[in-house]
T-cell receptor, first 114, second 116 residues
């Protein structure tokens, strides 16, 4: 157990629908990152939050949004889902804003869009 | 922008043999370098990391990696591979971004198969 909790572990939904993925960071970590892993794109950085504020954005589609709440958990919202959004979505956390102390990953949410 | 290249998509080694997985990075400043391992259906587990200091870093499960600035490389090694080491291995570079954020950029991964 890495200490980063992601729910649900699996999600199957239809095209056009909206889903919410949840992440609880490791105790004491202030930064949360979201990554998408797919066969064709590999591991892609989506977005980073630090202590409730957005800090960095990567290849995140406009149909996707995220937020980090006062208790530091984060949610990734995916809307108007397409078949191509099927992927493994990882959350990672770190103690600070920068990369120096490394990142701890959760076990991921596997999203299947049918 | 930073990038990571893992030239070997698949590697097969016999159990007990030595292992070296290659990683080359591109980054303008001193990088933060990481190796992660992913077993099927699992998350990413950190094997080791390099920020500064001794260029030979030791990690978990008997792995080590050597940072070579002149070659922009951070290769992962293990003297004797165990069957349980079969997994996918990712090299990554962490870098700060304009605005104060940061991100990990991953290589495409190397799938390790261990023959008994």
């Amino acid at each position: 157990d890495s200490g980063v909790t992601q729910t649900p572990k699996h999600l199957i939904t239809a095209t056009g629908q909206r889903v919410t993925l949840r992440c609880s960071p490791r105790s004491g970590d202030l930064s949360v990152y979201w990554y998408q892993q797919s066969l064709d794109q590999g591991l892609q950085f989506l977005i980073q939050y630090y202590n409730g504020e957005e800090r960095a954005k990567g290849n995140i589609l406009e149909r996707f949004s995220a937020q980090q709440f006062p208790d530091l958990h984060s949610e990734l919202n995916l809307s108007s889902l397409e078949l191509g959004d099927s992927a493994l979505y990882f959350c990672a956390s770190s103690p600070e804003q920068g990369p120096r102390r490394g990142y701890t990953f959760g076990s991921g949410t596997r999203l299947t869009v049918v | 922008a930073q990038s990571v290249t893992q030239p070997d998509i698949h590697i097969t080694v016999s159990e007990g043999a030595s292992l070296e997985l290659r990683c080359n990075y591109s980054y303008g400043a001193t990088p933060y370098l990481f190796w992660y391992v992913q077993s099927p259906g699992q998350g990413l587990q950190l094997l080791l990391k390099y920020f500064s200091g001794d260029t030979l870093v030791q990690g978990i499960k008997g792995f080590e990696a050597e940072f070579k600035r002149s070659q922009s490389s951070f290769n992962l090694r293990k003297p004797s591979v165990h069957w349980s080491d079969a997994a996918e291995y990712f090299c990554a570079v962490g870098a700060g971004l304009t605005g104060g954020g940061n991100k990990l950029t991953f290589g495409t991964g190397t799938q390790l198969k261990v023959e008994l």
